[in-house]
T-cell receptor
Framework: RKEVEQDPGPFNVPEGATVAFNCTYS??????FFWYRQDCRKEPKLLMS???SGNEDGRFTAQLNRASQYISLLIRDSKLSDSATYLC?????????FGSGTKLNVKP | GAVVSQHPSWVICKSGTSVKIECRSL??????MFWYRQFPKQSLMLMAT?????????EQGVEKDKFLINHASLTLSTLTVTSAHPEDSSFYIC???????????????FGPGTRLLVL
């Protein structure tokens, strides 16, 4: 079983839509969690950390549910520029475990 | 802050040559750096964890004699692909463990990657 699992998508949504991604992790001892964004043929870029209390950064909201071992990312008012692959990451024992990514296509 | 550079960004070389890729943390010290490889339309694959002043830890299936890693300082790690072959052509990305956002959890920051094409 993979450490981190994500729905690969693609999620095709119109501009202005709200879209949510979930990700599950297998190791309950995972210490910290992140969402990264990767554009085609580019390196991943840190989008936000995910805290138990939930955190929001503009149109992006991330939540962590330790009991069910899942992480979510909500994007409101989608923009064309949000089109990318979103990677869910769990950290434990000095290793970062990446999901395989969820592809988002925002259409005009 | 937390910028990681990688050099070169592109390499085209003949089969059998060795290629060295540098990864630098520009504005923070990184005791731990990571090397990844990514093939087209596939997810990142961790190759090895590089710790300053000690030997790298390689993932299963990654040949340590083929992919030489040196982490001689707190801001520089190098990956040398020895005797490169066409099947080594890939996107190689390094990352460095660095300060988290808003002073919280440490996380990793990626270099821009190196595209290697072996002819």
């Amino acid at each position: 079983r993979k450490e981190v699992e994500q729905d690969p998508g693609p999620f095709n949504v119109p501009e202005g839509a709200t879209v949510a991604f979930n990700c599950t992790y297998s190791n309950s001892a995972s210490q910290s969690f992140f969402w990264y964004r990767q554009d085609c043929r580019k390196e991943p870029k840190l989008l936000m950390s995910v805290y138990s209390s939930g955190n929001e950064d503009g149109r992006f909201t991330a939540q962590l549910n330790r009991a069910s071992q899942y992480i979510s990312l909500l994007i409101r008012d989608s923009k064309l520029s949000d089109s990318a692959t979103y990677l869910c990451v769990a950290y434990n024992f000095n290793k970062f475990y990446f999901g395989s990514g969820t592809k988002l296509n925002v259409k005009p | 802050g937390a910028v990681v550079s990688q050099h070169p960004s592109w390499v085209i070389c003949k089969s059998g040559t060795s290629v060295k890729i540098e990864c630098r943390s520009l504005d923070f010290q990184a005791t731990t750096m990571f090397w990844y490889r990514q093939f087209p339309k596939q997810s990142l694959m961790l190759m090895a964890t590089s710790n300053e002043g000690s030997k790298a830890t390689y993932e299963q299936g990654v040949e340590k004699d083929k992919f030489l890693i040196n982490h001689a300082s707190l801001t520089l790690s190098t990956l040398t692909v020895t005797s490169a072959h066409p099947e080594d052509s890939s996107f190689y990305i390094c990352s460095a463990r660095g300060p988290g956002l808003a002073g919280r959890w440490e996380t990793q920051y990626f270099g821009p990657g190196t595209r290697l094409l072996v002819l």
